[in-house]
């Protein structure tokens, strides 16, 4: 499989790797005609995320979510063997 900042994924079921799914399958959605109009309209961005009509603001949310867990897992190991080879 790949390997990240010497994280080494070895499953498809790793959490890296689902919260990176879970954010290309969300935030693909977000391009397509008439799901986002936030990139038309760029004022909408101010309004509540719990709009009816603005749900795709509730999307881009959980896609910043995951998207901080893609980020941290590896850096969270990278940060442990530090402190591992240390002591």
């Not at 790949?2 to 879970?22: F, H, K, L, R």
């Not at 936030?38 to 995320?49: C, E, Q, S, T």
């Not at 959980?62 to 591992?84: D, G, H």
Request: hydrophobic fraction near 45%.
């Amino acid at each position: 499989m790949a390997t990240m900042y010497g994280y080494d994924v070895t499953s498809v079921d790793d959490p890296a790797i689902e919260a990176a799914d879970d954010c290309l399958d969300q935030g693909s959605r977000l391009f397509l005609p008439g799901e986002n109009y936030i990139n038309l309209f760029p004022v909408l961005k101010h309004l509540p995320a719990w709009l009816p009509m603005f749900k795709s603001r509730a999307v881009i949310e959980e896609v910043k979510v995951k998207t901080a867990i893609m980020k941290r897992i590896p850096l969270e190991f990278v940060k442990e063997s530090m402190v591992s080879v240390d002591t």
